[in-house]
Structure formats: C-alpha cells, structure tokens
C-alpha cells in the first residue's frame, strides 16, 4: 500500500536507524560489533521499515485505462479503482466513443497520475486535453 519511494526511504531508514541502535548498545557495553550484527540489525531494521511504509503509505487504490476505438488508443485515464464503470460511462455520455477500455491493476494514485501523464505524452490519444497540447 505504499508507493516505491515510501518502501524505499522507510527501509533505508530503518536499517540505518536499527544499525546505529546496535552500534550505540554494542559501545555502552564494551562489546564488540560484528559484521554479522550489523547484517542482522540492517536485515530486521530494513523490515521494519518497510511494514511502516505499508501501514502508512499511500493506498493502493487508483487504476490506469485506456480507451480504444477499434485499434487506436483514443483516451489515457486515471480513476478509483472502485469506479472504473461508472467513469467509463461518463466519457461515453459526454460524447467519447469507446470499442473497448482496458485497465491495469490498483496502485497509488501518485504513481497512476506519473503513468498517466507518460502514457499521453507518448501515445497523443485524440480525447486527451491535458498534457497533449502542443
């Protein structure tokens, strides 16, 4: 449920947090800090963190589509995940004519929008307004 930045910073984070925890218990006790301990510690910590991204990182929820007209791509998309049809008969009632609208599995809707936008940029699909101007 977190987006790959989220997992990538909170198990760095946690690593670093966990290894330097270690290394501070490992110097108040006069002992010595093995590299297998740092591996361990860096291991869990790393875990750690990334359970914190899931719990509260951003939800997977946002879904990528595209509407096709026989076989040009005519319209990139984002929505809810819990929404496609009802979003799908919009575009129809509002004049989009769709042969058929594939859909991609649930991410974060930061990563769906970057994906959406690079999907436009690329394909110039002819309903698009945003990010197909020039």
């Not at 984002?78 to 004519?97: N, Q």
Request: aromatic share 10%; net charge positive.
């Amino acid at each position: 449920m977190a987006t790959k930045t989220e997992r990538w910073v909170c198990s760095i984070l946690g690593a670093v947090l966990n290894i330097w925890q270690g290394h501070e218990k490992a110097k108040a006790n006069n002992e010595v800090y093995t590299f297998g301990k740092v591996l361990t510690r860096g291991l869990l910590g790393a875990g750690g963190g990334l359970a914190v991204a899931e719990i509260f990182g951003e939800p997977n929820n946002t879904v990528n589509y595209t509407g096709y007209d026989g076989k040009p791509k005519v319209y990139h998309g984002v929505t809810f995940d819990y929404r496609i049809d009802k979003r799908v008969a919009e575009h129809i009632r509002d004049g989009k004519k769709f042969t058929r609208v594939v859909y991609d599995y649930p991410k974060p809707r930061s990563e769906a929008l970057v994906l959406e936008k690079k999907n436009i940029l690329q394909d110039r699909p002819k309903y698009n307004i945003q990010h197909n101007s020039n």
